[in-house]
């Protein structure tokens, strides 16, 4: 059965770094774009950020354009989500998700097929 645990969530401060990381198994994700999604308290699940399944196209919410940054190693079948430069605002249930793509790259950021269960990053002021 194809699972998706994500790790690396954490309380830190305001200005500070975490890198998320998403570990996969059951399955190959070689052929699915995978995203980060985040969810705040009182709020709806957004986007955060995506890659096509060849690494070579991302795509960011405005709001975390130039602080954060999605990788992925095939070869470990993981995700990565560097953020920097971490903001209050930031704090959230942070979610990998993955969507099979026959387009090596094209971004998905809905129809996911698979989801994690999410991490938690607390950013304090």
């Known amino acids: 059965q194809a699972q998706l645990v994500e790790s690396g969530g954490g309380l830190v401060q305001a200005g500070d770094s975490l890198r998320l990381s998403c570990a996969a198994s059951g399955r190959t994700f070689n052929n699915y774009a995978m995203a980060w999604f985040r969810q705040a308290p009182g709020s709806e699940r957004e986007f955060v950020a995506g890659?096509?399944?060849?690494?070579?196209?991302?795509v960011y919410v405005d709001s975390v354009k130039g602080r954060f940054t999605l990788s992925r190693d095939n070869a470990k079948n993981t995700p990565y989500l560097q953020m920097n430069s971490l903001k209050p605002e930031d704090t959230a249930v942070y979610y990998c998700?993955?969507?099979?793509?026959?387009?090596?790259?094209?971004?998905?950021?809905?129809?996911?097929?698979?989801w994690g269960k999410g991490t938690l990053v607390t950013v304090s002021s």
């Open positions: 998700a993955a969507a099979y793509s026959s387009n090596r790259y094209m971004i998905l950021r809905n129809g996911m097929d698979y």
């Open positions: 890659i096509s399944w060849n690494g070579l196209n991302t």
